[in-house]
């Protein structure tokens, strides 16, 4: 299933698009997409039901505005350096295990949202990155297969990042990845069950119509299922959780100088095969 939210930012309904590309109202079946609604086999089976019979009611898509596919987001857990590509393009050692950093719920936007670039900010990046998201509560699972069966699908993310508060302005690099709009999701959910190997997906981002990044999560140093695996042994992950799991060589970073970082003006679009795209324009804090 390709689950989503509709609705104005705070006031977004739950929807899905189906097979036909139509989208349909869930409001009359369950409350909202989060964590809540994933930990519960039997309503996932009556929204399966619902849209099998065709019972679900047509929402108009036009000019509605697409949410984050996931409300009530309880943590966002990022890898970082997880691609061999993009580690050779930094010129970094590929690391022995995952590379850890939190993003705030909060930074969360749709797809086509605006965003922001922060005051004084002089290199805003751009990373497409498979977000992973939660379904089942996870605690120091014994193997990478325990670790792909405690999830519930998959979405697109936009690890915006500034690298000069990430880098060069000491300690963690955090306050380079929570600026305020940095993590836009979606535009949907896919449910596992629809994306049978999470290590053959291609991912691609452009920024004001150029090719960036153009990879595949085959690059992964850690794939999904060790990835969650691995968290489960320092945090418990909890239905509704998020991972961003790294991303692949292309980014300004990465580039010769000068690099060229985002500005306000700029337009990226970027997407995830099977898991939809997202076009944000960036302004000015």
Not at 28 to 36: E, K, L, Q
Not at 45 to 56: F, I, K, P, Q, T
Not at 130 to 137: E, H, Q
Not at 147 to 163: K, P
């Amino acid at each position: 299933m390709k689950l989503l939210r509709v609705g104005t930012a705070g006031a977004e309904r739950p929807a899905l698009l189906d097979a036909d590309g139509t989208l349909r109202d869930l409001s009359g079946v369950v409350p909202d997409i989060d964590g809540a609604l994933l930990a519960d086999d039997a309503a996932l089976d009556r929204v399966r039901a619902a849209a099998g019979a065709g019972e679900l009611p047509v929402l108009d898509a036009t000019g509605l505005r697409i949410g984050p596919p996931l409300g009530r987001i309880g943590k966002i857990v990022c890898i970082g350096l997880n691609y061999h590509d993009h580690a050779r393009e930094t010129g970094a050692e590929p690391p022995a295990e995952p590379v850890l950093f939190m993003k705030a719920p909060d930074t969360v936007v749709g797809p086509n949202d605006t965003v922001l670039v922060p005051r004084a900010s002089r290199k805003t990046d751009w990373e497409v990155e498979l977000a992973v998201v939660i379904g089942r509560t996870a605690r120091y699972l014994g193997s990478a297969e325990e670790g792909l069966a405690h999830v519930a699908g998959y979405a697109v993310a936009h690890d915006v990042s500034e690298r000069e508060f990430q880098i060069e302005r000491g300690g963690t690099w955090d306050k380079g990845k929570n600026c305020e709009t940095f993590n836009p999701l979606g535009p949907w959910l896919v449910t596992a069950d629809e994306v049978p190997d999470p290590q053959r997906l291609s991912l691609r981002l452009w920024v004001n119509g150029e090719l960036k990044q153009d990879g595949t999560t085959a690059e992964q140093i850690f794939p999904v299922g060790e990835v969650v695996r691995y968290l489960s042994q320092f945090m418990t992950l909890y239905p509704g959780d998020v991972i961003n799991t790294g991303t692949p060589a292309g980014v300004a970073l990465g580039a010769p100088e000068p690099k060229p970082f985002l500005r306000a003006g700029d337009v990226v679009e970027l997407e995830i095969e099977g898991l939809g795209r997202q076009r944000q324009e960036f302004k000015s804090a």
